[in-house]
């Protein structure tokens, strides 16, 4: 296993949902809100529970268990390249706390571990539900298809609507960010980086 990249904040123990939600109440408490108004009174429950089961939910899960024993074996065409486009993602910035969404295009060649098309769509789950950087995830995401399907070289670019920048400091609502991340032979080849470049574009 690699170890972990300084943009992925590590969870290091399990959840306290408690403590989660008395967070959440000492939070809004801070911020000088009424406790007691209906609209709120279950809020700090309904926030513990959507961070700890929807948005961070990557945590519980690892590349190895959503590749690991998915692939099926066979020999591969010369540079063939399995690609998959706008696939539907969302994390959370670790800055902030707000999240981004947006979608991965996602690439590799395979050696001889092919997965079905979803599998990718769930590897990227558990690498966006965490706290993790935009510039981080699209790494992760391409060194665990290295990693697990032995792949020759993997691609990734993420276009993302970062709330960091859309609804709090500069406001820039269109702004879109875009990461990209190239291992193996991807790293090494224009040709191959172009290819996947031009399948994106005719999407
Ligand atoms: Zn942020």
Redesign the pocket.
Known sequence: MRPRPPGETPRIRPVDLEKAEEGVRLFLEGLGIDLDDSNVRETPRRVALAWAEEFLDGYERSAREVLGDFYEERKPEADEMVVVTSIDFQSM??????P?RGVAHVAYLPAGKIVGFSRLARLVDVHSHRLILQETLAREIAESIREELGARGAAVILEAE????TI??ERRASSRAITEAFTGEFAERADLRERFVRRIGSR
């Open positions: 910035c670790p800055h902030h706390l707000l981004y970062q709330s960091c920048m709090r400091g």
